[in-house]
């Protein structure tokens, strides 16, 4: 057997180039995305060119071009990446299931997670949604509805006699306030985890 063979049949992958090639193309993908991303929390959406995301990650402005086609469809892709995962993570964590109050807590861990790793993309996806194509911009708020409507689900089952539209307001609540993290002053991030989860509980449990 080749040492090509055996390598594949170790990974189970018949197609081990192209597989190489997919998975070089997805992680340079992701390395631009974290680019623009800290550009144009920084900058903003306007004042950046592909030039300028290119030169941070060490790629031509015509490279730039392999993976999209143009800034506005960088951003597309970018908003559009981190509103799915909220999403399907979010699913994910009520799919565990469990007690709504141990629910609702996984959420705001998770979502305090989001924060933590992905703080640029938060900051780009409050501020410039707006420039997004209106097909995309359709796509990443309907995401956005479900993913603040499974939050919803949970809340009104851990507070009895809750009504949907009080637990909305909330939850847009809670966000507002673990949403404005990469805009506060430095602080340690163990001990600012620990304050937004009291934060984002406070906002939910308000006066019940």
Known sequence: MSERSEIAAVTGSAALPGTRRSQAKAARRAELIAAAARQMARRGFAAVRLEDIGAEAGVSGPAMYRHFKSKIDLLDQMLLDISERLHSGGEAVVAEGGAPADVLMRLIEFHIDVLVTKPDLITVQDRDLTSMTPEANRTVRSLQRRYVERWVDVLVEAVRGLTR?????????????????????????AALGELLTAMALGALYAGV
């Open 165 to 189: 539209d009080e637990a909305r307001v909330r939850v847009h609540a809670g966000f507002g306030l673990l949403n404005s993290s990469p805009r506060l002053p430095r602080y340690p991030d």
